[in-house]
């Protein structure tokens, strides 16, 4: 099981929180909002994998 | 891969979303999505023994092999159907959950409905 991609994704999730707080208090909002939103694709392209990955099994399982 | 392996991996990813939903909801709701998956995948080479295990028990009866494929077929719709809707129930889209569901019940009537004309023309045999 991958428990690396699960801190991964936790710890990409703090550093984008972290970040957005800081940038939001030295009140450069539209920056703060693009690292959110940066954060949150790098984070849909490591899942989009897995899930690519879970849905073949699944198809090669119950032969769908 | 053990059952405690995967308990302890389930409670490891229910506490780091926990305090992510505080920071960042988005990303706890993703965190959520792969803790689920990566479970599942995990999973993956038992349900195949089981099913392997039936079919050989399906092979042994006296019904028709494709039926069983039918069966499979119907069970791996359920079961991402039931994926897809607690994860958008879990990102609180109802609606969209609801609409994934019924697309699921959709393609498991076009998925059974051979097996009901089959059932049904041996009824009217029977009867007529």
């Not at chain 1, 849909?44 to 099994?57: A, N, P, S």
């Not at chain 2, 939903?21 to 792969?34: M, N, S």
């Not at chain 2, 959950?97 to 019940?105: D, R, T």
């Amino acid at each position: 099981m991958d428990v690396d991609l699960i801190f991964k994704i936790a710890g990409t999730g703090i550093i984008v929180a972290v970040l957005s707080i800081v940038l939001k208090k030295a009140e450069r909002d539209e920056q703060a909002m693009m690292t959110v939103l940066a954060g949150l694709i790098v984070v849909l392209m490591l899942v989009i994998d897995q899930i690519r990955e879970l849905f073949d099994t699944v198809k090669a399982v119950f032969g769908l | 891969m053990t059952v405690q392996e995967t308990t302890v991996f389930c409670i490891l990813g229910a506490v780091l979303c926990l305090v992510l939903k505080e920071y960042q909801k988005p990303q706890a709701i993703l965190l959520g999505i792969t803790v689920v998956v990566v479970v599942l995948l995990a999973v993956m080479p038992q349900v195949r023994s089981i099913k392997e295990t039936a079919s050989q028990l399906f092979a042994e009866s006296s019904l028709q092999p494709e039926w069983f494929a039918l069966i499979c077929k119907a069970i791996g719709i359920a079961w991402l159907t039931q994926l897809g809707t607690d994860l958008c129930k879990d990102c609180g889209e109802n609606a969209i959950a609801s609409a994934v569901e019924l697309c699921g019940k959709i393609f498991l009537a076009v998925l059974s409905l051979p097996l009901f004309v089959t059932l049904s023309q041996t009824v009217l045999g029977v009867i007529g």
